[in-house]
């Protein structure tokens, strides 16, 4: 830290305006110095402020805040997402910056749904032994989760007649918001239930589709499902759970550029609020659609 580092006009400017809106001198001093460890930080890094971008910002906070507490780097975090909300006002820079912001443990308080990479999924799939009744019903199971984000207990509700192989469509009759739905059936989950019923599925008076595979052949609880799907990924070194799926299902809709408000009628959620932290497990791809920038 530089004391008498001389600031760029702008900062000299926001941090008049700060000190007459903040009167505690500790915050103006705070103030002071991260706009002074930010100026040497960009001259250094040969940036010009008017051109930061918020992969410099991550990178000079990852810097700044390495020797200071968790209650510091937060205060810090809230001194520059100020500014940057100024320098955005004024038009110094185009993109409000100031809501990118954050913090991993932030992100670790709020307990962002956790989701498997394409590689991990495919793994999952290749493992499966489709010679065996018992694996045709997990990979049935597994296409229902990922591939349509149902939750355990929509899966092992379903029966014979919520299926329409003919229109390639599935009907939820209980979910979560109260609300039935009809979902479309992409052609390799109709394949992976279509094998499962006519390779795996025990015969049985039971119109429900996922069975016990031994004699009487009940239907399946809802505890069942995450069961089957958990022994899979265990024998696959994955410490992932079946929730991880529908997670998965929202991540890949949230790429392929459905709006939040798909995704909540796709994950049968109560409310939009239920589905707002989905975004947050795509960072990078909420700042582009943000900033309408690739990064």
């Not at 997990?138 to 355990?152: E, I, K, S, V």
Request: hydrophobic content about 35%; glycine content about 4%.
């Amino acid at each position: 830290m530089t004391p008498d580092h001389p600031l760029p006009e702008i900062c000299e400017r926001y941090l008049d305006h700060y000190s007459h809106q903040v009167r505690a001198q500790e915050n103006i001093r705070g103030m002071h110095r991260i706009l002074t460890s930010l100026d040497i930080y960009l001259q250094e890094s040969g940036v010009p402020l008017n051109e930061i971008s918020i992969q410099r910002v991550d990178q000079f906070l990852a810097q700044y805040n390495t020797n200071y507490s968790i209650g510091t780097a937060r205060s810090n975090r809230s001194y520059l997402r100020q500014f940057l909300k100024y320098l955005y006002f004024n038009r110094y820079i185009k993109n409000d910056l100031s809501p990118l912001v954050v913090s991993p443990p932030e992100f670790a308080r709020s307990k962002p749904p956790k989701f498997l990479r394409y590689h991990e999924v495919q793994k999952l799939f290749d493992s499966l032994d489709l010679s065996t009744a018992k694996d045709l019903r997990t990979n049935a199971a597994m296409h229902l989760a990922y591939y349509l984000g149902l939750r355990p207990g929509e899966i092992s509700s379903l029966t014979l007649d919520d299926i329409s192989f003919r229109q390639k469509e599935i009907f939820i009759r209980s979910r979560k918001n109260f609300s039935p739905a009809h979902l479309p059936l992409p052609d390799n989950v109709v394949k992976s239930i279509t094998a499962y019923i006519v390779g795996g599925r025990p015969q049985s008076k039971h119109r429900t589709v996922f069975l016990h595979l031994n004699s009487p052949h009940k239907p399946v609880s809802r505890s069942n499902i995450p069961s089957l799907i958990r022994d899979c990924m265990r024998e696959n070194n994955l410490p992932a759970n079946t929730y991880w799926l529908r997670h998965s299902f929202a991540q890949n809709m949230l790429e392929s550029g459905a709006s939040i408000y798909e995704i909540k009628e796709m994950m049968g959620h109560k409310s939009i609020d239920s589905t707002k932290k989905y975004l947050s497990i795509h960072i990078n791809l909420m700042r582009e659609i943000v900033l309408d920038e690739t990064l």
